[in-house]
């Protein structure tokens, strides 16, 4: 923002503003927690049911509205009262009475609490916006001590002293009003209000007095002392639209209405409070004020009234009848921020309506005031703005746009639509004038409240005032004006800065329509961007002058050229967006070709615009300097683009055509050749004289010569189809010549300058040996564009007929490149519209060629090919028989499969599949489709079946899994003649595992299949032959065997373990361990006679191994065995353990006896599980190995097995001793509570409310409450609390069941605390209350249960856990198991589901009992 001191001139207009244009002066300090102020309602005012809307404020429907002083009356919802946070505020002996002399507390404020919110900053918005607000001295005015401000057509101030001093708008001071003894008397001017025809002017004085001046005169027209209570400071003072009303504001929060009248030449003034501030204080006021031009809208006549107090926002109308129309609360705020309003006319679809923006903090709310056809106002919530500062002002400048200003003392200028931030100010130079010391009323003595006063210390209302469009602000010493800079001004003042490209992105916005808070841009859209465009061309001239000024002399060339590079593309941006192509093209070219690297940059900067063809129409010089520039630099794949999209007319063509080529730019060239000179067939015959030659010489092509071979295809394609080449479209009425052209051109039977040696036709033979199949599929999509004329038709078979002379008269093409021609013509030839002509016997010839059994390179390729040829509709050309041979004689399966299809012989395709050893494997899926796919009939599919079955061996050994799923989806009912089919043994064994082991991976149903037992044990048979290590595995996944024919196998083949598994699994287990035995034995047999006669250690592997199985066998089964049954078991294998050891000579220990004692060890460790531990230790004592006296060997066992009682000893008595101290607590507990007395609260029932001894005459029992309720019998019985559960009557307190409604579940931990355990629990865990104390109370029953009274004292004791007790989870387990008895959690039977403690998300287990809670 930029100082402007000698701005002598206030621009304003004829005075149409009031209180909104007002600039008072006064010290605003109030925050405060009570509520607004009560109405004194005259007798005539009628309060009716006016509603606002409540959609928009999401307000519920209520039966009865409430009235403004109900609602003005309201309580705080806050029980706390207010707490000062700074009790410096407000330490009035150290306060100047006038403290609104002193400068701006911006200084000072570092400490304040709205700092905190400047968490957040907005991005600069100086670089898109540019300097939004111009800033003035009003050097003329601020020669003044002043206090308090209003601006209209004239300036009043009032000063410190009493005086009012009124200056004209050229600043000259026209009267002076007022004396100093006056303001001796009533003290500083604390408030201002001129009226809307600027003849009025109304003081309010900081010891409460008011004055009405007349501003054409200067006489002193009222003095009004008696309007409002006296000790208070006026805060604001207010002219509403009618001149005869207006309204005041003062210290003690009051709002009084005051009625100016002239009766017989007396002037008198009627004061009519609207709102007291003994319930809450207003300290901010806001009538609505319309301009002329608006004096007629609807609303005018409500004449509203915007109030602010220190909790909520009212606004009434004052006429017809007082009236509320809306309250809105502002919700959480910091107590010592500011409350603001300010109206403002805007238009909101169409319509004007006045808009009402508050704010008290960092939110401000908008709201549109409307009014309806039935005559009813109604408020619409706008969109609000979230801020990270707190206000201290609010001001509209226009209806776009707002100022703000914040506790820091910078102002924000805010765009409201888009809420986007244009400019921050700071005008802490201004030394704003605070009205703290109103606020506070120091002046009468400080008799305002704590809130209002810390309100104060951020009140300025007095001194900022808006009129015309500009905002004054009152300092200590001066008066500062600000206002919108015009369009221009903030464009010049960015060039004053030097800020060109921020410059010309403003002005471009403001070309568009896209700036905000736009000043002096008027007439219809075209008007406005002329002119902004004529400025925006001034602008370009300085900035290219300026880029040739600041160009570094010397130093290096890139220096020069990344200065260039930042400051030309702006220049081409710009003119281009204003579509100034002849200044670009001539005063901006000529300007920056002074330099030669600003020339080569600005050449540079057109290629993207060309090549997006957002540039046409270049002039020939640029267009030549272009293209040199990028030659010279190299860069030819540049100037290729760029030429292409260029209009080259006007260049040399033949220098370009020769640059093009030499650089090898062929789209380039072929480009200038079509465009210059409408020249098509030119390129084409320079193309083909670089890549004819060395394809008819059967070299191999460079990539270079590929590439202009496959752009040659793609050109004549693009000819052909009326496309122009490399982008656009040939001009319609050259299309049938240029395609006549081309078709003449490449059935030339010579070329120019041709040689004696060359072939006929060389144009279509080059293009048949460079991409045989691209050229045909050119040929085929320009013959598909082909109309109907004879013409066509006549290049058609003319282009036919040379193809077929060229190919099938030569031996050097492929069978791929003949297969190509051949689909090609076949093609062409089965369009039901075709008119070419083809000799049958061509085809014969190439049918022949390509089934040439004499060579046998390119078998593939040439199936591959003859198979597209048939597909393609060559069919038709060929006797089928013959071809079937020849097809079968080449070994082409695919083209016999083709073939046979089409007869629907589908039983000989599967031959061709299993002939052909690439596709061999497919015949699986394909048997598959046809047997289970509807739509083949009956016959077909038998056929396939019996083929499939025939050749049932080869499809097994192909692949056994395959096959073995065909024949379990197809052929379950004869398995058993596949079977018999397959006489190969191993492929049988293959065939049976894919079939029967699901472990092969093949999903095929077992309970569909029902294959007999038999086939199984064939399968297991042949298993035992080959793979006899998997049997055992395989048996426990196959179901369907017999177990006698299967162990007779297994013993054929002596597989002892199958058969050991086979007899346990039949229940056979002696058996099965004698067999395991005699292993183990024939194992340690050949261990000892091979310790004895060799001297090498044979491993114990064998013997380990096998007795590990047969001890898993005795484990597996002692569980269902007797004791003698186990004896029978273990013994025996124990005996064969120590066997080996008793045959080793005592003298010369046997070499393994070591090992064997470790493995008879493991044998005593799994018996001892199952055998006595006495009848072990005498088997072993018996035994001679141990029993010669010495315990040494056995003692590593007896020591074991005395260790393991130990422990088990240790764990019981742990165990026990936990459980009796859990027990002893618990019941110590529990008999603490039901012996504990109840102490009621009162000596009355709570029902009756008698006192319970008048009424023991009727022998009524007394019941009283642990919660301290007494209550008669009786009267609990007709209120139904009573509870009937087993026979026995339980008691709920009616009041704290009442109380708790629904019965709350009482589980939290605060009422817990409290002790207010109720019988609301009655839905979970109830409470129930017995008598205790009277005689007549009643007994428990004689049942073994717990009686109600115990039951609440269990409770309470269960509630003393964290956790779940150890008794309650016992208790409840016993529950589990015992149906029958009393469940002590339960509730009635019409609670709700019981919930166990083990699904409480709190249970824990806990090994010690907690610490007792004392009450």
């Given at each position: 923002m930029e100082n402007e001191p000698d701005h002598e001139n206030v621009e304003q207009s004829l005075c149409a503003k009031t209180s909104e244009e007002e600039l008072n002066k006064s010290f605003n300090l109030e925050a405060s927690l009570s509520k607004f102020s009560y109405i004194d309602m005259d007798k005539e005012l009628e309060f009716k049911n006016d509603l606002i809307d409540d959609k928009e404020f999401d307000i519920p429907q209520v039966d009865t509205p409430p009235t403004l002083e109900s609602i003005l009356n309201e309580t705080d919802d806050e029980d706390e009262s207010f707490i000062l946070e700074d009790p410096t505020l407000l330490n009035i002996d150290t306060i100047d009475s006038h403290s609104y002399d002193t400068s701006s507390v911006a200084s000072s404020d570092s400490g304040d609490r709205t700092n905190l919110k400047r968490k957040k900053k907005l991005p600069d918005s100086f670089s898109l916006h540019g300097s939004v607000m111009r800033h003035s001295l009003l050097k003329g005015i601020s020669a003044q001590i002043v206090s308090a401000a209003a601006v209209s057509s004239l300036i009043a101030v009032g000063t410190s002293?009493?005086?009012?001093?009124?200056?004209?708008?050229?600043?000259?001071?026209?009267?002076?009003?007022?004396?100093?003894?006056?303001?001796?008397?009533?003290?500083?001017?604390?408030?201002?209000?001129?009226?809307?025809?600027?003849?009025?002017?109304?003081?309010?004085?900081?010891?409460?007095?008011?004055?009405?001046?007349?501003?054409?005169?200067?006489?002193?027209?009222?003095?009004?002392?008696?309007?409002?209570?006296?000790?208070?400071?006026?805060?604001?003072?207010?002219?509403?639209?009618?001149?005869?009303?207006?309204?005041?504001?003062?210290s003690g929060g009051s709002v009084f209405e005051l009625t100016f009248k002239r009766v017989m030449g007396v002037r008198t003034c009627e004061s009519r409070c609207l709102f007291s501030g003994s319930k809450g204080e207003v300290c901010c006021i806001e009538p609505l004020h319309s301009k002329p031009e608006l004096k007629d809208h609807p609303i005018t006549q409500f004449s509203l009234l915007a109030m602010a107090s220190l909790t909520k926002i009212l606004v009434i109308g004052l006429k017809p009848s007082l009236k509320v129309w809306m309250t809105f609360p502002y919700g959480r705020m910091d107590p010592s921020s500011v409350p603001l309003l300010a109206w403002h006319f805007v238009a909101v679809q169409n319509y004007v309506n006045p808009m009402l923006a508050f704010c008290r903090g960092d939110v401000v709310h908008f709201l549109l005031v409307k009014r309806d056809e039935s005559g009813a106002i109604h408020v619409t919530k706008q969109k609000h703005l979230h801020l990270y500062y707190d206000l201290i002002n609010f001001t509209w400048i226009n209806s776009r746009t707002v100022v703000l200003l914040d506790s820091v003392e910078k102002l924000h200028v805010i765009d409201r639509q888009t809420q986007e931030e244009l400019e921050t100010v700071e005008i802490s130079e201004v030394q704003l004038v605070y009205n703290s010391s109103h606020f506070k009323s120091l002046a009468t003595g400080g008799n305002v409240s704590q809130a209002l006063a810390l309100v104060g210390e951020k009140a300025c209302y007095q001194s900022i005032s808006s009129y015309g469009g500009q905002i004054f602000y009152l300092g200590t010493k001066s008066v500062y004006v600000m206002m919108l800079r015009s369009w221009r001004e903030r464009v010049d003042h960015l060039l004053k800065q030097d800020c060109l490209t921020e410059a010309l992105a403003l002005a471009w916005s403001f070309h568009e329509g896209k700036a905000k808070a736009v000043v002096g841009l008027s007439g219809d859209a075209s008007k406005r961007k002329a002119i902004v465009a004529d400025r925006m061309v001034e602008i370009l001239f300085h900035y290219a002058d300026r880029a040739l000024k600041k160009c570094p002399d010397q130093g290096k060339i890139q220096v020069m050229e990344q200065h260039f590079q930042d400051m030309v593309p702006v220049i081409v941006d710009y003119c281009l967006l204003l579509q100034r192509k002849d200044l670009l093209f001539s005063q901006m070219y000529d300007k920056l070709s002074e330099n030669s690297v600003a020339k080569g940059v600005f050449l540079e900067c057109l290629e993207p615009y060309i090549l997006s063809d957002k540039l046409v129409g270049i002039t020939p010089q640029v267009m030549k300097d272009l293209i040199v520039h990028f030659q010279d630099k190299k860069l030819m794949e540049n100037v290729e683009a760029l030429i292409v999209h260029m209009d080259i007319t006007s260049l040399d063509i033949q220098q370009v055509v020769l640059m093009c080529w030499e650089n090898r730019l062929y789209d380039a060239m072929i480009y200038v050749y079509n465009r210059g000179m409408n020249e098509f067939i030119s390129p084409m015959e320079?193309?083909?004289?670089?890549?004819?030659?060395?394809?008819?010489?059967?070299?191999?092509?460079?990539?270079?010569?590929?590439?202009?071979?496959?752009?040659?295809?793609?050109?004549?394609?693009?000819?052909?189809?009326?496309?122009?080449?490399?982008?656009?479209?040939?001009?319609?009425?050259?299309?049938?010549?240029?395609?006549?052209?081309?078709?003449?051109?490449?059935?030339?039977?010579?070329?120019?300058e041709a040689s004696p040696e060359e072939e006929i036709y060389p144009y279509i033979r080059t293009l048949l040996h460079f991409d045989t199949r691209e050229?045909?599929?050119?040929?085929?999509?320009?013959?598909?564009?082909?109309?109907?004329?004879?013409?066509?038709?006549?290049?058609?078979?003319?282009?036919?007929?040379?193809?077929?002379?060229?190919?099938?008269?030569?031996?050097?093409?492929?069978?791929?490149?003949?297969?190509?021609?051949?689909?090609?013509?076949?093609?062409?030839?089965?369009?039901?519209?075709n008119t070419l002509f083809v000799n049958r016997t061509l085809f014969d010839q190439v049918l022949e060629f390509l089934c040439s059994p004499d060579d046998d390179s390119r078998h593939s390729e040439r199936?591959?090919?003859?198979?597209?040829?048939?597909?393609?509709?060559?069919?038709?050309?060929?006797?089928?028989?013959?071809?079937?041979?020849?097809?079968?004689?080449?070994?082409?399966?695919?083209?016999?499969?083709?073939?046979?299809?089409?007869?629907?012989?589908?039983?000989?395709?599967?031959?061709?599949?299993?002939?052909?050893?690439?596709?061999?494997?497919?015949?699986?899926?394909?048997?598959?489709?046809?047997?289970?796919?509807?739509?083949?009939?009956?016959?077909?599919?038998?056929?396939?079946?019996?083929?499939?079955?025939?050749?049932?061996?080869?499809?097994?050994?192909?692949?056994?899994?395959?096959?073995?799923?065909?024949?379990?989806?197809?052929?379950?009912?004869?398995?058993?003649?596949?079977?018999?089919?397959?006489?190969?043994?191993?492929?049988?064994?293959?065939?049976?595992?894919?079939?029967?082991?699901?472990?092969?991976?093949?999903?095929?149903?077992?309970?569909?299949?029902?294959?007999?037992?038999?086939?199984?044990?064939?399968?297991?048979?042949?298993?035992?032959?080959?793979?006899?290590?998997?049997?055992?595995?395989?048996?426990?996944?196959?179901?369907?065997?017999?177990?006698?024919?299967?162990i007779q196998i297994t013993q054929k083949y002596q597989l002892h373990e199958v058969t050991a598994y086979l007899l346990e699994k039949k229940g056979d287990i002696h058996g099965a361990f004698l067999i395991m035995l005699e292993r183990l034995q024939s194992?340690?047999?050949?261990?000892?006679?091979?310790?004895?006669?060799?001297?090498?250690?044979?491993?114990?592997?064998?013997?380990?191994?096998?007795?590990?199985?047969?001890?898993?066998?005795?484990?597996?089964?002692?569980?269902?065995?007797?004791?003698?049954?186990?004896?029978?078991?273990?013994?025996?294998?124990?005996?064969?353990?120590?066997?080996?050891?008793?045959?080793?000579?005592?003298?010369?220990?046997?070499?393994?006896?070591?090992?064997?004692?470790?493995?008879?060890?493991?044998?005593?460790?799994?018996?001892?599980?199952?055998?006595?531990?006495?009848?072990?230790?005498?088997?072993?004592?018996?035994?001679?190995?141990?029993?010669?006296?010495?315990?040494?060997?056995?003692?590593?066992?007896i020591l074991g097995m005395l260790d393991t009682f130990n422990y088990e000893q240790t764990l019981l008595e742990t165990t026990t001793s936990l459980l009796n101290q859990d027990l002893h607590w618990s019941l110590c507990n529990l008999r603490a509570s039901v012996t504990r007395g109840l102490n009621p609260k009162q000596d009355y029932c709570s029902i009756c409310l008698q006192q319970y001894k008048r009424r023991q005459e009727m022998a009524d029992e007394i019941i009283v409450f642990s919660c301290g309720h007494l209550y008669h019998s009786f009267c609990l019985q007709n209120k139904e609390c009573t509870v009937e559960f087993e026979g026995q009557t339980r008691w709920t307190c009616y009041k704290c069941s009442s109380s708790n409604k629904v019965g709350k579940l009482s589980e939290n931990s605060s009422e817990i605390k409290k002790g207010r355990i109720t019988p609301s629990q009655v839905k979970m865990s109830p409470s129930y209350h017995q008598s205790k104390g009277d005689p007549t109370a009643k007994k428990g029953t004689s049942e073994p249960v717990l009686d109600p009274q115990q039951i609440q004292a269990f409770d309470q004791l269960c509630r003393l856990y964290r956790g779940s007790s150890r008794l309650a989870l016992l208790t409840e387990l016993s529950q589990n198991r015992s149906s029958e008895s009393y469940r002590p959690f339960s509730g009635s039977q019409s609670a709700p589901a019981f919930n166990s403690i083990f699904q409480n998300e709190n249970f824990q287990l806990q090994l010690i009992p907690p610490p007792v809670t004392e009450d």
């Open positions: 002293h009493g005086l009012a001093l009124i200056f004209d708008q050229n600043q000259a001071l026209r009267l002076c009003l007022g004396s100093t003894s006056v303001g001796g008397q009533y003290g500083a001017i604390s408030a201002l209000s001129i009226n809307n025809d600027c003849s009025r002017l109304l003081c309010g004085f900081a010891k409460g007095q008011i004055t009405m001046w007349d501003l054409a005169s200067g006489k002193l027209l009222r003095s009004i002392t008696d309007a409002h209570p006296p000790g208070t400071a006026i805060l604001h003072i207010k002219f509403t639209d009618d001149p005869t009303l207006a309204i005041c504001n003062d320079k193309l083909f004289r670089v890549i004819a030659p060395p394809l008819n010489a059967g070299k191999t092509l460079t990539d270079e010569q590929v590439v202009m071979g496959n752009k040659l295809l793609v050109y004549i394609s693009c000819c052909l189809a009326g496309r122009a080449y490399p982008l656009g479209d040939i001009p319609e009425d050259l299309v049938p010549l240029v395609k006549n052209q081309v078709f003449e051109f490449l059935i030339r039977l010579h070329s120019a050229f045909l599929n050119v040929l085929a999509l320009t013959f598909e564009d082909f109309k109907n004329d004879k013409q066509a038709v006549e290049y058609q078979q003319r282009i036919v007929d040379i193809l077929l002379k060229v190919m099938v008269e030569n031996s050097d093409f492929t069978p791929s490149q003949v297969g190509c021609l051949f689909t090609f013509l076949a093609r062409q030839l089965a369009k039901p519209d199936q591959q090919v003859l198979l597209e040829l048939l597909q393609a509709g060559g069919i038709v050309q060929f006797e089928e028989s013959r071809l079937i041979r020849m097809a079968e004689k080449a070994e082409f399966y695919q083209i016999c499969e083709f073939m046979y299809e089409r007869e629907h012989q589908y039983d000989k395709i599967i031959d061709c599949y299993l002939r052909d050893p690439l596709r061999e494997e497919e015949v699986f899926n394909y048997i598959h489709n046809i047997l289970s796919i509807p739509g083949h009939s009956a016959e077909e599919k038998q056929s396939v079946w019996q083929k499939a079955m025939d050749h049932i061996e080869e499809l097994v050994s192909l692949k056994p899994c395959k096959a073995a799923e065909l024949v379990a989806t197809h052929f379950s009912g004869h398995i058993e003649t596949v079977i018999k089919k397959l006489q190969n043994q191993v492929l049988l064994f293959k065939f049976l595992r894919s079939l029967l082991d699901p472990r092969e991976g093949i999903h095929v149903n077992q309970e569909l299949l029902q294959i007999s037992p038999c086939i199984t044990e064939q399968f297991i048979e042949l298993l035992c032959q080959f793979n006899p290590t998997q049997v055992i595995e395989t048996l426990q996944v196959l179901e369907c065997y017999r177990l006698e024919e299967t194992k340690l047999q050949e261990v000892t006679h091979q310790g004895e006669n060799t001297k090498e250690d044979p491993s114990l592997k064998d013997v380990e191994d096998t007795m590990v199985e047969t001890i898993a066998l005795c484990q597996r089964n002692s569980h269902n065995l007797n004791q003698q049954q186990r004896e029978a078991l273990w013994f025996p294998l124990l005996e064969a353990m120590m066997a080996p050891q008793k045959l080793s000579s005592s003298a010369i220990p046997h070499l393994h006896s070591e090992a064997l004692k470790s493995l008879t060890m493991q044998v005593l460790n799994s018996m001892a599980a199952f055998i006595a531990l006495p009848s072990i230790l005498q088997r072993i004592l018996q035994d001679p190995v141990y029993g010669k006296g010495k315990l040494g060997e056995i003692q590593g066992l």
